[in-house]
């Protein structure tokens, strides 16, 4: 058990600081492209079926990201990979504008999928390696993906402005813009990674046992499937009901806003809660956020929806890395927490061009219906586990 003075010596600003892996790996990356997407449709006349298969194809490079993290934190530090992968993820979000061939843009969506999972799975096991007080452990974590939501504003405030005042067509200025935030935000959270040299930030060769968690990758693998169609469609869909881009902005960033005050919002749930609970928690508020304004279809809603989303729609990840540190030993932090990325990853991969598919045919709306039907699944697949999956009950050492 440790003293109350080691905890507070335990500083959470280097949770801070990796935070910003997470808000250039995920929020920059990979959510501002449906900040860009009205401008590319329009610019490039695409249908929604191909604007969502450069989202599909930077969610298959999370797939092959998430793979191949599982089967290289066997050999290497999960910190070196963190690293490599926001180097990576820089570089490709730079260069994305540079030709409109889709060849090239989806060749630059897939790596910055395969280097955001990277980062997003390597940098929640460093989180877990860097804190030894377990209470600190499930704070810090949340505070890792809340990073998330400081990208997914800061794209909001470097995008719409600039499209706005130069118009459709200065796209590839604006990928260059979110490469040049990106390269600025990497250089705390790279710091930070040089400086974690547990035993859990080392390889693990060993085989991972995953017993019982079977209805939680299958509810895991909906809210990956249901979150994404919101998070790619959500700003057009905006669009098409003429919202201006002003308001746009202020919605998207009041969702980043969400994301990164949800770890102090749910702090109590992820220090005490059991995380199979906190998970179908989660995925019952990303479902409210997704319907408030396909039902009400007003400004008020478009806002309470924005907010509901970003409160749940990190947590999520955060309660699987919370229930991996809780039931796995520290040496098989890295490799559950990239199983889960893995799971979340194929689910990912399949939302954006299926909702794009059924928005072509359907409309925006319906798409979003179905992206809230996947999220009721998985808020109540995981409750399954809990009579198969034995949590340890929470405690601060």
Not at 328 to 349: C, E, H, L, R, Y
């Amino acid at each position: 058990m440790e003293t109350l003075a080691h905890v507070k010596k335990e500083t959470l600003w280097p949770a801070f600081g990796l935070s910003l892996g997470a808000a250039v790996g995920v929020g920059l990356s990979r959510f501002s492209y449906a900040l860009l997407l009205p401008s590319m449709l329009k610019s490039m006349n695409w249908s929604y079926t191909i604007a969502g298969s450069l989202n599909t194809a930077n969610a298959l490079g999370y797939v092959a990201g998430s793979v191949s993290a599982y089967i290289l934190v066997r050999h290497v530090r999960p910190s070196h990979l963190f690293i490599v992968g926001l180097v990576v993820t820089v570089l490709s979000v730079l260069v994305t504008g540079l030709f409109s061939d889709i060849l090239w843009l989806m060749t630059n969506r897939f790596l910055s999928g395969v280097s955001g999972a990277w980062v997003l799975a390597c940098g929640a096991a460093v989180i877990a390696a860097r804190f030894g007080h377990a209470g600190r452990r499930r704070m810090a974590t949340g505070i890792f993906f809340a990073g998330a939501g400081i990208g997914i504003a800061l794209s909001g405030i470097v995008v719409n402005p600039l499209i706005a005042g130069l118009g459709a067509p200065a796209w590839p200025q604006a990928w260059l813009a979110l490469g040049v935030v990106g390269l600025i935000a990497s250089v705390w959270p790279i710091l930070e990674a040089t400086k974690v040299m547990s035993a859990a930030n080392a390889a693990s060769p060993g085989r991972l046992r995953v017993d019982g968690l079977g209805p939680i990758f299958v509810g895991y693998f909906f809210f990956a499937c249901g979150y994404i169609v919101y998070m790619t469609f959500i700003f057009a869909w905006m669009r098409t009901h003429g919202i201006s881009w002003q308001f746009g902005t202020v919605a998207w960033t009041i969702l980043g806003g969400g994301v990164a005050l949800s770890p102090f919002i749910w702090r109590s749930a992820l220090d005490s809660w059991n995380p199979i609970i906190t998970l179908a928690a989660s995925c019952s508020l990303t479902l409210v956020g997704t319907l408030a304004p396909t039902y009400f279809s007003s400004a008020p809603s478009i806002l309470i929806s924005a907010l509901l989303f970003g409160l749940g729609m990190f947590i999520a990840p955060s309660s699987v890395s919370i229930l991996v540190q809780r039931t796995m030993p520290p040496n098989d932090w890295a490799k559950g927490i990239t199983m889960f990325v893995t799971i979340f990853s194929v689910g990912q991969a399949v939302g954006p061009i299926g909702a794009g598919w059924v928005a072509d045919n359907y409309g925006l709306g319906t798409s979003l219906f179905v992206g809230a039907a996947l999220l009721a699944l998985a808020s109540t697949l995981p409750l399954v586990s809990l009579l198969t999956v034995p949590v340890p009950a929470s405690a601060d050492s």
